[in-house]
């Protein structure tokens, strides 16, 4: 029997994602993000509030990489959640982490995460009931320690990581559970 | 060394998001989705090509329930992602799954999957670069046998899956792997 759990995000699992951008001075920030998914093969929707310094940087360079955390630095990706790029600007810096910058957009690549998105900002979006960015992926880089043989990469070998809004937790990726457009063949 | 891997969809994970509906003779109709996401804490983004039979049946009943597809019912989950309901009428009868309606929006809850979201329609944006619908969550249902003693949802009794579109896989969530807002207070 169902009952209800209240109004709660519930959406599981979510991204754990990391949005790097310059400011004004080409001084790197980083915010978490799990509001974020694709709406095209390779285009993404970013909800961030208007207000965060990664929403101002995007406005300002057209610009943004897009990382997926990885639990060798977990302890990273979440203070880049719970820190303000606005009121701490030596944010980055305390994390030890490095950058290069993008050959393709205005923005800072992390190095110590091993997938990233190379985006450009294509739409603010704001309607009455959404605000978000619209960004386009140019290109996808990864390390090539966690590509496959097939060249794909392998989310156990990435040390993926995934956001439990329900009790607040990241968590790993498990194991396989099936392939897509093909456990449903049996009721074709 | 990072390597480019093309322009692919590249956030992991996704949601594997079952929307069902109702069509104008009450019949039901579920689609999987794996680009959805909250954008509020009680709303939600759907991007949803605008042929589709949920489209239709979201701007007719400015309703649908979305729910988290569980290992258990891989196999149907699966399915709803394969077949069309403009083309398959008898699309849900199909997988012998169950439904009843919503107490709170004109939308057929499935009975098998543990966790679901009742929402209405808010928005249909159309913008130059994105196409989605903005829902609201009324409230969220869950079985009571994949919840904690807390109240909240355990995702390993839930069956939860993720979609791995790198490798067109679904995935069972892993393990604990730390907590948010706290992971990171090494660094502050």
Same mark, same amino acid.
């Given at each position: 029997m169902k009952k209800s759990i209240g109004?709660?995000? +519930? $959406?599981?699992?979510m991204p754990v994602l990391m949005i790097a951008t310059y400011d004004e001075n080409g001084k790197v920030d980083v915010m978490n993000a799990a509001w974020g998914m694709n709406c095209e093969m390779d285009r993404l929707t970013l909800c961030l509030s208007s207000g965060h310094k990664t929403a101002k940087n995007l406005r300002l360079n057209k610009a943004c990489t897009v990382a997926l955390a990885d639990q060798a630095h977990l302890k990273e990706a979440d203070y880049f959640g719970m820190v303000s790029g606005n009121k701490t600007p030596d944010k980055f810096e305390r994390t030890g982490l490095h950058t290069v910058k993008s050959e393709k957009v205005n923005a800072p690549i992390? /190095? /110590?995460?091993p997938i990233v998105m190379e985006c450009e900002l294509l739409e603010e979006v704001e309607t009455e009931h959404l605000h978000c960015f619209v960004v386009k992926v140019l290109d996808t880089l990864a390390e090539e +320690? $966690?590509?496959?043989e097939d060249g794909k990469p392998c989310m156990h070998k990435a040390g993926a990581v995934l956001f439990n809004q329900f009790r607040m937790t990241y968590m790993t990726a498990g194991q396989h559970a099936g392939n897509a457009w093909s456990e449903g063949k049996a009721l074709l």
């Open positions: 109004k709660t995000a +519930s $959406v599981f699992p992390i /190095e /110590e995460f +320690s $966690v590509l496959k």
